[in-house]
Structures are given as structure tokens and as C-alpha cells.
């Protein structure tokens, strides 16, 4: 069983900066993707960022030259830095883990973590 847990969220000021971690645990061979999603209260759950085993990225639009996602591979562990926070990023942030098991491939989320952006 493989479980990404994330740390890192809480409340800030409009303008400030977080930084979000996940670790994926458990018997996994390798992390294939790890990415970040958030979802705002009535709101549908989308991408923020997400990394690759060569290195690419991929961001949200509304994220761009605010946010960057890194990962330590050894460690099975991905970094979210969140500068210039604004109160619509907002959300409670979910990591997701694409990773190899003996099972085979398959995706795993964390339990969330919540933001708080004041105005």
C-alpha cells in the first residue's frame, strides 16, 4: 500500500508563501508523476502543478510564476513552493502519486492539506 502524505499547509496573508511537501510511502518501486491538485469549497478539483520522472513540469495557468513544483526522487518526495499567495488559491491541496508497486502502475492520493490565503 502506498500513502502520499502532505504537510506544509495553514493559514497566511495575501502575499505570503507556503511550501507544501508529500512523501509517498509504502512498497513503490519508483514515482513515475507526482502532482499537486486543490479543490475550493463547490468547486471541482483541478491540477496546480505536477512533475515527471525526467523533470517536466506542468502548471495551472492561474499558478504560473507563482508556484514551483520540485521533487526529491531518492525520497519519493515532491515540494510545492507558493509565493504570492492570493486568497483564490484558497483550497484544500491533495497530492497524487503515480507510482510502481508490485501491483503495477497506478495512482495514489494523500488525505489533503488545507490553505488559508487572507485578504
Known amino acids: 500500500q502506498v500513502q502520499p502524505v502532505e504537510s506544509g499547509g495553514g493559514l497566511v496573508e495575501s502575499g505570503g508563501s507556503l511550501r507544501l511537501s508529500c512523501r509517498a510511502s509504502?512498497?513503490?518501486?519508483?514515482?513515475?508523476?507526482m502532482g499537486w491538485y486543490r479543490q475550493a469549497p463547490g468547486k471541482q478539483r483541478e491540477l496546480v502543478a505536477r512533475i515527471v520522472i525526467g523533470g517536466s513540469t506542468d502548471y495551472a495557468d492561474s499558478v504560473k510564476g507563482r508556484f514551483t513544483i520540485s521533487r526529491d526522487s531518492a525520497a519519493n518526495t515532491a515540494y510545492l513552493q507558493m509565493n504570492s499567495l492570493k486568497p483564490e488559491d484558497t483550497a484544500t491541496y491533495y497530492c497524487c502519486v503515480i507510482g510502481l508497486t508490485p501491483r503495477g502502475l497506478s495512482d495514489y492520493w494523500g488525505q489533503g492539506t488545507q490553505v488559508t490565503v487572507s485578504s
Open positions: 509504502g512498497n513503490i518501486f519508483s514515482t513515475n508523476a
